[in-house]
């Protein structure tokens, strides 16, 4: 997926099944700082920060819709 026109506070699906809320994105758009939402199976990460590779975004989350970029 192409990051570099993600902003911060954009909403974004992952493909393990996570929501995330874009932190911020790297220099060299390989990778975004995210904080998790809402997890698949690992409800510990909830609330925290990660850094999550482009490749495994899969959506961006508007409202109630969902467009996907790959």
Do not use: F, W
Not at 4 to 19: M, N, R
Not at 37 to 60: F, H, N, R, S, W
Request: with cysteine.
């Amino acid at each position: 997926m192409n990051v570099e026109k993600l902003q911060p506070k954009t909403t974004i699906g992952l493909a393990d099944g996570s929501l995330c809320e874009v932190v911020e994105v790297s220099s060299d758009n390989s990778q975004v700082k995210v904080r998790y939402i809402d997890t698949m199976g690992q409800p510990q990460l909830v609330g925290t920060e990660g850094l999550v590779d482009a490749d495994e975004i899969l959506t961006v989350i508007e409202g109630t819709h969902a467009e996907g970029l790959a």
